[in-house]
Each structure stands twice: as structure tokens, then as C-alpha cells.
């Protein structure tokens, strides 16, 4: 079976990863017609829009895309292009595993969790005013629909892949309204799943705490946008960074997977950049086609080399002297 996947390589290193990813999935021996879509700064320059029109078309038509990371302005010009993606294709779903990954220094040698994370609403929607000037307000959405819904998604996911447990982390002790809300429908969904699947809340101060104490004790992570984007990376900093972890959005008839760093302009083009990350995200898009065998045979191969832990092999931010193309090439050549 030949499946359709769109490719949007993004700014910066992005072009490097997502063709680094490109090639150890074809070496795998999956059949992917890939569709080229510009993203990002780099749309901005050459078709006017940093999303355009054909490339959120040719994603939700063809229901699946691998991304790149993407240069958004802090503090001044256009709107993340993430956040605009994920409302456009109303991909809900924010998916973030995080294990301990052979040969990666880290401070734990246990983690192996999942976080998942509503990403739609919250104080992501981006609804801000300046009232008087020096005065702005940003506005926390919270709805019954969105919150229910990833509540349900997530308590799916334990089923469906043995999970044991989902932890919410919240702030209802101070927005009592809104996470208040998110909380009943989290304790509304268990309902449902209460003889297949745990549950647990911890106020998000409380649970952050618990995390770098002892990260082991956590199985799924459950929380909505704004917890969800800074706890991710939190998670990630347990296991040895953002370079080390994939992720994916999900929605109902739509799916992205990225790698979940920036774009890094400072090495664009140095063949530096380290493809773990976008090659470990497209793992997850090949689990999800269907494609569990190649999956399997990347994941083995990407773990070998990191086992091995050859310096000329691996890039220098995991501690070797390579290249981004060594690395691609050593991970080829282990699922020969």
C-alpha cells in the first residue's frame, strides 16, 4: 500500500530533519508519495501567507503530514503558526511521549510516560485586548465539548495501548471556573473507564514537583493547553532535551508529526542539526498508518546506534562529532 503524507519542512533546521526523516522511513521499505508544502517564515517569503491556503487544503485532504519546526516572532508579528494550524484542522490532540532513550545522558534512567494535552482553547486562543494602554487582558477559554473531548481521547489512548493510569494536573484551587470545568469533565469521562483505567489529580505546583522528583510515578499526563505546551518541555528536560522526544497532533480526521523543538536558524544549513526528534515523530506517523513493522524497525535502529554510541555517528548535542547525515546514515544502516 503506497500512502499519501505531506511534507512541510518548516525554517531553519527544518529542511534538514524532515529530510533526514524522509530518508530512514523510505529505508524502511514503507511505499510514501510525499507532498511538498512550504510553512512558515519561509511560506511568508515566498507565497505571502505563513500558512497557505493549498497547504492546510492539501493536510486536511489527505489526512496526514509530517512538520518540521517553524520560526514564530516573540513579542511582535504574525500569530504562531502552530496554534493556527491546530485550530484550522481542529487538531485536538497534543500527544508528547517521553522515555529514557538508550545512550542519552539524562538525570533518570525510568521515564517512560505520555503527555496528552488539549490544544485548542485555553489562553491559547489567543483573545487579548489592551483595556486601557498598559493594561492587557488575555482571555482563558474553557468549553464542556473541547474539555470532555480530550478527557475522553485520553482515557482511549490507555485503553488501546495498556496504559494504567491518567493524572490531571489543574489549578482549580485559584480558577475554580475553568479548570473547575476541565476537572468534572476528566472525572466525568473515568466514570466510563473507571474499571479499566486509574485516575488521579494533583494541583499543577504540586505535580511539577513530583515530576523531577520522581517521574516514574507518573504513567499518562493529562492538561490542558497552557500546562500541557510548558510541562511537555519539562518532561522532556527529564530524558535529555526536546531533541530526544517526537510528538504529534491529532484530530479527528487529521494528524501532524513534528518534531517538537525550534527551528534553530544559528546551525540552519551546517549539517548539524540533530533528525532524532522528526525521525522518532515520523515512528509515531507510521504507528499510525498502520505501519507498525517499520515503526518497529526504525525505533530498533535508532536505539542501536544510540547503544553503541560511535561518536562519529551522532551529533554534538548527544555527544558525538558527527553530522546530521552520519547519524541518518548509521540509522539506515542498522535496520540493514
Known sequence: MTHTVCLLPGDGIGPEVTTAAKRVIEASGVSIEWVNLPIGATALEFCGSVLPNRTLAAVA??????????????GRGHESVNVRLRRELNLFAAVRPVRTVPGIPA????????????????????IENEIV????????????RACSRIARFAFDYCVSRGRRK????????????????FLECCRQAHREYADRVAYN??????????LVRDPSQFDVLLLENFYGDIVSDLAAGLVGGLGVVPGANIGETCAVFEAVHGSAPDIARKGLANPLACIMSGVMMLNHLGETDAATRIRNAYDAVLTAGRPEQLTRDIGGSGTTHSFTEAIIRAMQ
Open 133 to 144: 494602554p498598559g493594561v492587557i487582558q488575555s482571555l482563558k477559554i474553557a468549553t464542556t
Open 166 to 181: 491518567v493524572t490531571v494536573f489543574h489549578k482549580a484551587n485559584i480558577m475554580k471556573k475553568s479548570d473547575g470545568l
Open 61 to 74: 485532504g489527505h489526512g496526514v503530514a509530517l512538520k518540521g519546526p517553524v520560526t514564530t516572532p516573540i
Open 107 to 126: 538525570r533518570f534512567g525510568n521515564v517512560e510516560l505520555v503527555i496528552i494535552r488539549e490544544n485548542t482553547e485555553g489562553l491559547y486562543s489567543g
Open 201 to 210: 489529580e494533583m494541583i499543577i505546583d504540586n505535580g511539577c514537583m513530583q
